[in-house]
């Protein structure tokens, strides 16, 4: 049997409407090398899972296809990951599809560069179809302080560097790592353990893969809920300490200063949110930490905890005066 290079994880839940193009989109591709699509139907309803066993059946020499009780797209992925036989792993979400040179050229890069992840630009599109903006990055390698100076010190754009879809995987990364199940934004949170790592990461300016802004999905109800997300207070709150713990403290300081914003903005929409105390414990530890690290937090981050009263005031008055 021919040994599978590339292992492509689609996690599935009713998303009967998209299925068709993102299965088709991963058969058309161009690459040379053997891999194999891993479609992880996670307990879908509308009929998801009849096009999973179809494609499976058409496509035996390709597709495995799984079926499992809900979880989550946590769950759904390292299903995936457990079941990869491929030496590098990419995952696709199962309403978005890609390029026909998708896993050709991050697949190149990996071998030129030598790099352990590789990522590529991409565009948004919309429910038809239609680009509505793309999201760009030169072609550069860099090693993980790049990598975070990108996103703390250079405030690039963060999202084309923690997304996960727009990435090709040494699979050793995942040898003692998984996704943390039954949370949100988990490419936030398990960003920090693959860079850890992984000592070089290269960046593709190709633009290979269409991400699907739609109604009704996690990253939609997560961008338009007024809701609290205290998910990613607790993610940047591990993540401050995982900058301590490595003695990345200019980064710990950045994140802190993240953080303390977040909690702001979290108490200026729901003052009365009895979820939020907990988090202004955390993150005032985490800034007591980081002094005792002998670096100095912010001042940003010092306004944010110490005068949030103030802060909030300013931000009320700004919004009433502008409008």
Not at 251 to 262: G, H, I, Q, Y
């Amino acid at each position: 049997m021919v040994q599978k290079q590339i292992s492509v994880v689609v996690p599935i839940y009713n998303v009967k409407n998209y299925l068709n193009k993102c299965i088709d989109s991963l058969l058309k591709q161009d690459i040379e090398e053997n891999f194999e699509i891993i479609l992880v139907d996670d307990g879908s309803t509308d009929g998801s899972d009849v096009i999973v066993d179809k494609y499976a059946e058409n496509h035996s020499d390709k597709i495995v296809a799984i079926h499992k009780k809900n979880s989550g797209l946590s769950d759904a992925r390292n299903v995936g990951i457990d079941k990869a036989k491929g030496q590098w792993i990419a995952f696709v979400d199962s309403d978005d599809y890609v390029s026909e040179r998708y896993l050709s050229e991050l697949y190149s890069n990996a071998k030129l560069t030598h790099a352990d992840l590789i990522a590529c630009s991409y565009y948004n599109v919309d429910e038809n179809n239609n680009v509505v903006s793309v999201k760009t990055h030169k072609s550069e390698v860099m090693n993980k302080k790049k990598f975070w100076q990108d996103i703390y010190i250079n405030n690039v754009e963060s999202s084309i560097y923690t997304v996960a879809w727009n990435k090709l995987y040494a699979k050793k990364i995942f040898n003692n790592l998984r996704y943390r199940s039954g949370i949100k934004n988990e490419d936030d949170d398990i960003i920090y353990s693959i860079i850890h790592v992984t000592d070089k990461i290269s960046f593709i300016s190709s633009k290979l893969y269409y991400y699907r802004k739609r109604k009704g999905s996690i990253m939609d109800q997560l961008s338009s809920s007024r809701t609290i997300n205290t998910n990613l207070l607790d993610i940047y709150h591990r993540r401050t300490l995982l900058f301590i713990h490595d003695g990345a403290l200019e980064f710990a300081n950045k994140n802190l200063e993240k953080n303390a914003r977040m909690l702001t903005n979290d108490y200026l929409d729901d003052p009365h949110n009895k979820s939020l105390r907990k988090f202004d414990d955390l993150i005032k530890n985490d800034y007591m930490k980081l002094k005792a690290c002998g670096q100095s937090p912010s001042i940003k981050t010092l306004c944010f905890l110490r005068y949030r009263n103030i802060v909030i005031l300013a931000k009320r008055l700004k919004a009433k005066w502008i409008n």
